[in-house]
């Protein structure tokens, strides 16, 4: 009890209380600076009324949000049966592109070339060519649905990203784990299946989550070839209406799921810094 | 006949040349300490003893099979030729008892229950009974080394080969790790070491090899090495270690 005391008074905690103060008052100020400036200044802009009443009306959000919520489901389903695609789909293309033995040159050939093409094309060009063109072929129902190759699109684009940070991830792991498990005996399938994918993975979690928020959003850029998902709908709204409200409407739900799936990310970015210094 | 006998063992990386024909006979039960400066080739030689690299010349037979042999699966000869690691190497996603049972549950496609009984009267014998369900982030150096030399053993191998393992650790904990091989050496187990560890080299080991340059320019028993030593190189060495 009296060590505590004592520590609490050392010339560095006492500093370091001051500094604290310190900072919470600036940090307070200048918060409240700049929220005073946006609150008093923007409205005292000419066009305000006009914004106010087309992005930020009040009416319009309440009536339109539930179906903007209804819309947001389709998103959630098209990314639940996507993510799990992509994750298995990224793993095998990694893992194609790491084989070493010259009768699986071709696949080595095929995992690269898949990545650098759905890399190298902007998912929207992706989801119009396969959502367009795959369907365009006749084929029946429902093969031809436009849900299936948009996904489609958004599963290889994806697929093509995360199979790059699994590799990465492969390449973490320190050489010499695959040294102890090949001096064990065991087989290089072995050895990439019990000891370097299990550290693999878990090392490139907080990355794998970032493409999660990324595939997230990208989920609306289906409304381009058809499924009425929640920018579609917010865009059905904004024609009917004549008001830009519906839009915001759908940030708000973007953000509502992102902004806490992104903390998590960092959350555990920060845990793995920690746990590797 | 020699257990483990090498013949002109050549490794390069690239231009350099890192074991330059080397000869090595190990009997059966021997322990033999390669010594040299850091860079002589010691831990390279293990490696291609190992088969963890490929030698670019030169035989390595065990039993007196060339299990060097370019080409050759390296899986049949690791089975029998144990290796542990100056830093421990360890899996970190496993248990101590999981790395142990690693290897033979996955290469001799053994039960759990089949090998439980003689995994943990390895853990009992070497003081690790009540660390078998850690993790090697919570065990200390000297009880990591362990159980990597719990996990070698696991394997039942016919060779050891020990890489620097008391290098990374605390010198308090140096001796627990020492303690280990002399009941290995007891217990008549076939045993290659690269170590800095001068003296218990000389009080264990039944033949000393000093290695320069990637060759062995001096071998013998242990007396003869440290007291009469007859290359100008390794009276050198001995001088510097010693100070």
């Given at each position: 009890?009296?060590?505590t005391?004592?520590?609490?008074l050392t010339?560095?905690?006492?500093f370091e209380?001051?500094?604290?103060?310190?900072?919470?008052?600036?940090a307070?100020t200048?918060?409240v600076?700049?929220l005073?400036a946006?609150?008093v200044?923007?409205p005292?802009?000419?066009g305000?009324?006009?914004?106010?009443?087309?992005?930020?009306n009040?009416?319009?959000l309440i009536?339109?949000?539930?179906?903007?919520?209804?819309?947001?489901?389709?998103?959630?389903?098209i990314?639940?049966w996507s993510?799990p695609?992509?994750a298995?789909l990224?793993?095998?293309?990694?893992l194609?592109r790491?084989?070493?033995?010259?009768a699986m040159f071709?696949?080595?050939?095929?995992?690269?070339?898949?990545?650098?093409?759905?890399?190298?094309?902007?998912?929207?060009?992706?989801?119009?060519?396969?959502g367009?063109?795959?369907?365009?072929?006749?084929?029946?129902?429902?093969w031809?649905?436009?849900?299936?190759w948009g996904s489609?699109?958004?599963?290889?684009t994806?697929?093509?990203?995360?199979?790059?940070?699994?590799?990465?991830?492969i390449d973490?792991?320190h050489?010499?784990?695959?040294a102890?498990?090949?001096s064990?005996?065991?087989?290089e399938?072995?050895v990439?299946?019990?000891?370097?994918?299990?550290?693999?993975?878990?090392n490139?979690v907080?990355?794998?989550m970032n493409?999660?928020i990324?595939?997230q959003?990208?989920?609306?850029?289906?409304?381009f070839?058809?499924?009425v998902e929640i920018?579609?709908?917010?865009?059905?709204?904004k024609?009917?209406m004549a008001?830009?409200t519906?839009?915001?409407?759908?940030a708000?739900?973007?953000?509502?799921?992102t902004?806490?799936a992104?903390?998590?990310a960092?959350y555990?970015?920060?845990?793995?810094?920690?746990?590797?210094? | 006949m020699?257990?483990?006998?090498?013949r002109?063992v050549?490794?390069r990386?690239?231009?350099?040349?890192?074991?330059n024909?080397v000869?090595l006979?190990?009997?059966?039960?021997?322990?033999?300490?390669?010594i040299?400066a850091?860079?002589a080739?010691?831990?390279?030689?293990?490696?291609c003893?190992?088969l963890?690299?490929h030698?670019?010349?030169?035989?390595i037979f065990?039993?007196?099979?060339?299990i060097a042999?370019?080409g050759?699966?390296?899986?049949a000869?690791?089975?029998k030729?144990?290796?542990?690691?100056?830093n421990f190497?360890?899996f970190?996603?496993m248990t101590?008892l999981e790395?142990v049972?690693?290897?033979p549950r996955?290469?001799?496609?053994?039960?759990r229950?089949?090998?439980?009984?003689?995994v943990?009267?390895?853990f009992?014998?070497?003081?690790l009974?009540?660390?078998?369900a850690?993790?090697p982030?919570q065990?200390?150096?000297?009880?990591?080394?362990r159980?990597?030399?719990?996990?070698?053993?696991?394997?039942?191998?016919?060779?050891?080969l020990?890489?620097?393992?008391?290098?990374?650790?605390?010198p308090?904990?140096?001796?627990?790790?020492?303690?280990?091989?002399?009941q290995l050496k007891?217990?008549?187990?076939?045993m290659?070491?690269?170590t800095?560890?001068?003296?218990?080299a000389?009080?264990?080991a039944d033949?000393?090899c000093?290695?320069?340059d990637?060759?062995?320019i001096?071998?013998?028993?242990?007396?003869?090495?440290f007291?009469?030593?007859?290359?100008?190189?390794?009276?050198?060495f001995?001088?510097?270690?010693r100070?």
């Open positions: 009890m009296r060590k005391e004592a520590a609490v010339r560095r905690t006492l209380q001051r500094q604290r103060r310190r900072s919470i008052v600036i307070t200048s918060t600076l700049v005073v946006l609150i200044l923007v005292m802009t000419p305000w009324e006009k914004v106010q009443k087309s992005f930020f009040g009416p319009v009536k339109t949000f539930p179906k903007l919520i209804e819309a947001f489901k389709l998103n959630v389903m990314f639940l993510a695609m992509i298995i990224g793993l095998l293309v990694a194609a790491n084989v070493k033995s010259p071709p696949l080595r050939i095929l995992g690269a070339t898949f990545t650098d093409v759905f890399r190298g094309v902007p998912v929207i060009l992706t989801v119009y060519l396969i367009f063109g795959v369907p365009g072929l006749g084929l029946p129902r429902p031809n649905s436009p849900y299936i489609i699109a958004l599963i290889l994806y697929s093509a990203y995360v199979a790059e940070i699994f590799r990465a991830g973490s792991v050489p010499s784990q695959r102890a498990a090949l064990l005996g065991l087989s399938r072995q990439m299946r019990e000891v370097v994918l299990p550290q693999a993975v878990r490139v907080p990355s794998q493409m999660l990324a595939l959003k990208d989920v609306s850029l289906l409304s070839i058809g499924p920018f579609r709908q917010a865009g059905v709204f024609s009917l008001n830009f519906p839009y915001v409407g759908a708000i739900i973007f953000l509502l799921v902004i806490p992104t903390r998590y960092d555990l970015m920060e845990r793995q810094s920690r746990e590797r210094s | 020699a257990k483990l006998k090498l002109n050549v490794k990386f690239g231009d350099v040349t890192v074991c024909g000869n006979d190990v009997n059966d039960g021997q322990m033999v300490c390669l040299g850091s860079g080739g010691k831990s390279t030689l293990l490696r003893i190992n963890l690299e030698t670019e010349d030169g035989e065990l039993d007196g099979e060339d042999v370019p050759l699966n390296p899986q000869a690791r089975k030729i144990g290796m542990v690691f100056q190497n360890l970190p996603h101590a790395n049972m690693l290897a996955r290469v001799y496609k053994k039960s229950t089949d090998i439980e009984v003689e943990v009267s390895l009992n014998r070497f003081g009974a009540d660390r078998m850690n993790y982030d065990l200390s150096g000297g009880q990591q080394q159980v990597a030399i719990i996990r070698a053993l696991a394997m039942r191998p016919e060779v050891i020990f890489d620097e393992i008391t290098s990374a650790l605390d308090q904990l140096v001796g627990e790790v020492l303690d280990v091989l002399l007891k217990q008549g187990m076939t290659v070491l690269a800095h560890e001068m003296q218990f000389r009080q264990a033949k000393i000093f290695l320069k990637g060759e062995i001096e071998e013998g028993p242990p007396d003869q090495i007291d009469a030593p007859t290359q100008a190189a390794t009276k050198e001995l001088m510097r270690v100070k």
